[in-house]
């Protein structure tokens, strides 16, 4: 009886024993199996805790963690990744792709694989980014991924797969699942620094423009730290955004990306004369050139193609540092899709130079925003919206970061602007701050202990703010600073702007009544003249007359008398 049992008791551990080796060799077997071209520039790990980096709630299933490293002799596809995938279960990957001294690799969108949570892509200049456009696979596979992270990349494209996939009958057939990509499972997504391009150059002219690229951002962002004490504060020519580059692509659909792409890329521009050099439709203008028609047809068609993505889960989004930012890059972002879970949002170093009324109004399209990074902008103005008027008390606050734009002007007025508006805090630290002595009523009122209390409590950083103008002043606290004015609005600039328009008016009326005193003046001279000519001088006239005439008869008299004198 105890042998059964021992026996029994030894099959038991030798199966126990069993599935713990097959437990602790699934890695091993994996990655054993990792596809050959990778075996070299890949390595795998398995990481159950990589995800949470990025989001919340973590899989209850395996995770492993794929790194790779490719030079620019390496071959890497994302199709290598799909292939190899479509064989396994019961596992996720969270993948890390770096790439050496501008190496391509193949990036197809919506970047759909099976068990694919994580994608994170530097440096690279990625291709075939359209190959997928009429793929069915991208609407049989299921939305997965969680993170995607693409940093100091390029997209490129040869005039060949741009023009087609501008044509029409592309453009009808494209899929919402490829449009709008996995826009049901995104929760962390960052575009930073990252451009399109259209050639058909040679990789060396392609690496020769992204050098020059990464060189331009490299050079704003080593500037980036140093304004502490405002001694530096960004310039237009800090950032890159004139019309002269290539875009950074937008975080909304496809089609938008592709429909904004169009109007602020000049190697796009270019690759529209030659794939739309040819007559379109007969109702196109007869002055339009066949370019210009072919791109007002191609901007229709873009427009008849009606997806709605809802990224329901997104709670992150970074589009920093483009080379250039569109004018309607917000307005195109809100009207094709929506984003309720929408936590933290990153736009600095874009360019801006002012708050784009989309994001005024973030409580309807962001209804649920906590984060908003303007900083490293072009910003002058903070024009926060109105207070909510509704009973309900806000549940999200907002806090907008504006350090280090070009901020100017703060008084007593514009601060209490702020604190009335309750569900959102800004950040104005390290702007070029005039210290003039418009801001006499705010520096009187922060030496109350009472000040800062309540609403006001938050701006209490203001006592820490540095003056960057006028020079006597410069690098001062504004806590430690006394003004000596006549009155305190006396040299703001907004006092010196209102006396401007009001000395342009007072010129204004003056000179209007000047001409009218002036017309008026002339016509009674004209009349006085008149008036003279015709009366002062028949007047003149007959007195001389009554004045001669007396004469004339003396004078006749004396002759007759002396001739009648002579006659007797």
Known sequence: MFCKRSKVLSVACMMSILVLLIGSSAPHDVETILPASWAQICFFTQDSNILGLYVDQLPEVRVFSIQCRVSPDDIWSLSTLQSW??????????????????????????????????????????????????????SVLPDQL??????????????????????????????????????????????????????????????????????????????????????????????????????NPDSSNNLNNLLMRLSQSQNISDALTTSLNKPTSSTANNMASP??????????????????????????LDESCPLVMS???????????????????????????????????????????AYLDLSKNLIRHVNLPRPSLTSTPVSHHLSVDLRYNHITHINFSIVQSWATVKDIYVDVRFNPIDCGCHMNDLLLAMKSNEFFIDSMAPYEYLKEIRCYSP????????????????????????????????????LTVLFVFCGLAASTLIAVTLVAILYFKKYRLANAKGVVTVWISPKNNSSSDVENGQQTQSIS
């Open 85 to 138: 995938l479509k064989g396994f279960t019961g596992f996720l990957v969270f993948l890390t792709v770096e790439c050496s001294e501008d190496a391509k690799i193949s990036l197809p969108w919506p970047m759909k694989a099976k068990g694919l949570v994580g994608l994170k892509v530097s440096g690279c200049i990625l291709q075939d980014k359209y190959a997928d456009v009429l793929n069915p696979d991208i």
């Open 146 to 247: 969680r993170v995607l992270e693409i940093r100091n990349s390029v997209w490129l494209s040869d005039v060949a797969a741009f023009d087609f996939m501008i044509r029409p009958e592309v453009l009808l057939s494209m899929s919402a699942d490829y449009d709008c990509g996995q826009d049901s499972t995104l929760e962390y997504m960052v575009m930073s620094n990252v451009t399109d391009a259209v050639s058909s150059r040679s990789g060396a002219s392609v690496r020769e423009d992204h050098e020059m690229n990464f060189e331009s951002v490299k050079t704003s962002s080593n500037q980036k730290g140093s304004h502490q004490n405002s001694e530096v504060i960004p310039t237009h020519e800090t950032f890159a955004g004139d019309s002269a580059g290539t875009g």
């Open 291 to 316: 370019t210009q028609a072919g791109y007002q047809e191609l901007l229709n068609n873009i427009q008849s193609v009606d997806h709605t993505c809802v990224y329901k889960r997104l709670k992150v």
């Open 327 to 369: 004018v309607h890059h917000f307005s195109i972002m809100v009207q094709s899709a929506s984003y309720p879970e929408l936590r933290t949002m990153n736009y600095s170093f874009s360019g801006l130079p002012e708050i784009p009324q989309e994001l005024k109004e973030f409580r309807v399209f962001f209804p649920k925003l």
């Open 471 to 506: 020079p006597s002043l410069k690098g001062k606290r504004l806590s430690g600073i006394e003004l000596t004015c006549s009155s305190p609005t006396l040299n703001s600039p907004e006092a010196k702007h209102s006396d401007s328009n009001l000395s342009s008016t007072n």
